[in-house]
């Protein structure tokens, strides 16, 4: 009863703050939590719930694993607007309360609490990789904490990236995993073993320990290039509108998800390719006749996916960095990721840490320009092409939305 | 011309936690802006390291991997060798640690460092976490250090070792001095890409190994100048 009480203030709480113009994320959940400490626990009892973790692609595959599971006709409780900590999930849940699936993308460093909170049928683990150090827990450790809430979570099913050495380590407590091998570009954290700290061996995707005997477990879906291996062995294009190696990996994982669900891969695919944008991801906006196509990285890892997908020259590229508080304040990361494969790119330099990020190219040889603005950027673009790139980090990749958003 | 320097960059697969890689580009860059050359090695924990380095670099790690560091570099011995020779080292953050006698480990007990530098690091009641200005030793001739610091550790110098530089913001080692030096080894609380944003420090380093240092070419240190200008203004408005 008190539960039930307190589930229609939290969605009374979002309606409100929904009419206030907002999205309505978080604000009833605090509300919600503030009056019932247990009420999330509540809210996830009797639901399939499915819980999305990673550094990169969280939003994405939360978004793909809710399309893949539209077969099943029933309604799906999401946080589609990317809160994903304790008051976002249990906002997600309030305005849903009939809905008995949810699926939930969650803060990596929330996950063990998570877990023993939402009894969840399926927790998704993506990657793991540096991400805004200055607030975010260290890796390792992080891994250490999904691996002890996974093995105290017999119940549960555990999707993960075999590719992914400490992602596969974390998972490997679990006692039900499907493994996927959806690849790893990013390798920078995981050249040691996380059980025992040696040197991995690795060829391809493929690793092992020469010391402790850790090594990649056998995968039953894989990732090869633009197919999907699903458990039977066959082979199926994935065709997806969404770019870029990393949304097939993400694709990947949610078709093993769907499985998990009874939704055979056929109906799955069908629905992941039709998503086109995820919150405002790969959106193409026409400014003043410039096809602007804007994507969002936040680190180092999604930096290197990120400038994979770019259009080809004579687009121009605009970088753009910020450094406030959900960037993380230290732009020590740039100097993670390798420019140089933007050498004879016309390059355009932007954000309020342009200087950063110049001084970063300039190391790596790219010519690059400063600019104001996205206009600015706009009008050098078109003066030679017709679209132009935009590869921006948190807050700055917001700005240019609200920015593109006036003009729509 | 003489040999080429030697830069080595030690465990970038245990000590790369946030962006070293840029003290080593940086240090690369400003050799060959002045016409010197330059040769790299970057060595993995399951390498030997090379003796004959002229500049080494270390770089942070989270607990496990710094003492795992630690480990395989005592065994190694060949940092040990290099530095008793007089090669310049630099290290920042877990690396500073490890280069002292001794620094506190994943599970709070204290790990036995390297010994290189007269210091004793531990781990402290609050994670330090921003910017940080630091006023350089005035022996070492280097402009005001301006960096980011992420680190729990409090870091104690003993005899043999000298403070870099004086806090005037942030915490650095935790008494009002901000990293430490002894010869040509040298560490710093300052993280990731520390020489980014001290130029000065990374010329400071090339000129240990390789002498007096022919000048830069026009305009080849403005945008680092203009950075460091702009993050210094930032946190002291005043100034």
């Known amino acids: 009863m008190r539960a039930r009480l307190a589930t229609t203030v939290g969605g009374a709480a979002a309606t409100v703050s929904r009419l206030a113009g907002r999205d309505g994320s978080v604000i009833g959940g605090i509300i919600g939590l503030r009056l019932e400490p247990g009420l999330l626990s509540l809210l996830a009892a009797d639901r399939q719930v499915v819980l999305v973790t990673g550094t990169n692609g969280k939003t994405t595959t939360t978004r793909l694993i809710t399309a893949a599971l539209a077969p099943l006709g029933q309604e799906i409780a999401s946080n589609i607007y990317g809160a994903n900590m304790e008051a976002g999930l249990t906002s997600a849940l309030s305005r849903a309360p009939g809905a008995p699936i949810a699926v939930l993308e969650t803060d990596e460093k929330y996950i063990p609490a998570m877990v023993k909170t939402t009894n969840p049928k399926v927790v998704v683990l993506l990657n793991l990789s540096r991400d805004q150090m200055d607030r975010a827990a260290e890796i390792w450790l992080l891994a250490r904490r999904w691996r002890e809430a996974l093995a105290a979570a017999p119940g549960c099913r555990v999707v993960a990236n075999a590719d992914d050495p400490l992602v596969a380590w974390a998972a490997s407590s679990a006692r039900q995993v499907t493994w996927v091998a959806a690849g790893q570009r990013w390798r920078e954290d995981s050249w040691c073993c996380p059980n025992c700290g040696s040197h991995l061996h690795r060829d391809g995707d493929d690793w092992a320990c020469g010391e402790c005997g850790g090594r990649r477990p056998p995968v039953s879906w894989v990732l090869s290039g633009d197919q999907v291996i699903d458990p039977s062995g066959r082979s199926t294009p994935l065709d997806l509108k969404l770019p870029g190696r990393a949304n097939r990996s993400n694709a990947v994982i949610a078709l093993a998800v769907a499985e998990a669900f009874g939704v055979h891969i056929t109906q799955a695919l069908g629905e992941l390719r039709a998503v086109t944008s995820v919150a405002g991801r790969y959106t193409q906006v026409n400014r003043r006749g410039c096809e602007i196509r804007l994507l969002l990285a936040k680190n180092p890892a999604g930096w290197l996916e990120a400038l994979d997908v770019l259009a080809p020259a004579p687009a121009p590229v605009l970088l753009a960095v910020n450094a406030q508080g959900p960037d993380g304040r230290d732009t020590s990361w740039l100097w993670d990721v390798d420019y140089r494969r933007l050498r004879g790119r016309n390059v355009l330099v932007g954000g309020e840490r342009k200087l950063d990020l110049a001084v970063r190219l300039e190391a790596d040889e790219v010519p690059f320009r400063l600019v104001n603005d996205l206009d600015e950027a706009v009008d050098l673009a078109r003066a030679v092409a017709p679209n132009l790139e935009v590869l921006a980090n948190y807050t700055a990749f917001q700005q240019y939305r609200a920015v593109l958003g006036r003009t729509q | 011309m003489t040999r080429p320097l030697r830069l080595v960059w030690i465990y970038p697969d245990l000590l790369s936690t946030y962006g070293d890689r840029g003290n080593l580009l940086v240090l690369e860059r400003r050799a060959r802006l002045r016409g010197l050359p330059v040769e790299v090695a970057e060595v993995n924990s399951n390498q030997p390291v090379p003796r004959d380095g002229d500049i080494y670099l270390m770089g942070g790690g989270e607990d496990l991997p710094q003492t795992l560091a630690t480990r395989r570099l005592q065994a190694d011995g060949g940092l040990h060798e290099a530095a008793n020779r007089g090669a310049v080292v630099f290290a920042v953050c877990a690396g500073y640690q490890v280069l ?66 004086r806090t005037t913001l942030g915490t650095g080692n935790g008494d009002g001095t901000e990293g430490a030096y002894a010869g040509r080894v040298l560490g710093t609380y300052l993280h990731g890409p520390a020489l980014v944003r001290n130029p000065g420090l990374a010329d400071l380093l090339l000129h240990w190994a390789a002498g007096p240092l022919p000048p830069l070419p026009p305009q080849a240190g403005e945008l680092a100048q203009r950075l460091r200008d702009e993050r210094l203004a930032a946190v002291s408005p005043s100034q």
């Open chain 2, 100 to 165: 002292g006698m001794e620094f506190g480990g994943a599970d709070g007990a204290q790990v036995p460092g390297l010994g290189l530098l007269d210091i004793r690091s531990g781990r402290g009641e609050r994670r330090a976490v921003g910017e940080i200005v630091a006023d350089v030793d005035p022996a070492l001739n280097v402009p005001r250090l301006t960096g980011f610091e992420n680190h729990q550790g409090v870091t104690r110098l003993g005899p043999q070792a000298r403070p870099l530089a």
